[in-house]
Nanobody
């Protein structure tokens, strides 16, 4: 059964940058669309970015211009570069993947994905 493992989170200052990584295993990574979904304290999950198997990128309006998603299929890894971090970016960031079905699915719930990671905590505080 496939799984993904995230890393790269931490406690950072406003204005800092982070790069989150997600390594997949046990599934055909190159055929999957990959997404990042975050859950802030007391809030529902929010899909923030996705990259399809053709490496086309998709972003939530709330993060456009600050977030950048990329993938390296040779390493079974997807990245999320976050620049100019804000306190409202504080959340657990989950990596998720689903088999490509012809269109990017910007799902917020674990049930919409075939693989879902435990998440990495990002805390932005001065």
């Amino acid at each position: 059964e496939g799984y993904v493992v995230e890393s790269g989170g931490g406690l950072v200052l406003p204005g800092d940058s982070l790069r989150l990584s997600c390594v997949g295993s046990g599934f055909p990574f190159g055929r999957y669309d990959m997404s990042w979904v975050r859950r802030a304290p007391g809030m529902g999950p929010e899909w923030v970015a996705g990259i399809d198997r053709g490496a086309e990128e998709y972003y939530a309006n709330s993060v456009k211009g600050r977030f950048s998603i990329s993938r390296d299929n040779a390493k079974n890894t997807v990245y999320l570069q976050i620049n100019n971090l804000k306190p409202e970016d504080t959340a657990v960031y989950h990596c998720a993947g689903r088999m490509h079905i012809g269109t990017m699915v910007a799902g917020r719930d674990q049930s919409e994905y075939h693989v879902w990671g435990q998440g990495t905590q990002v805390t932005v505080s001065s």
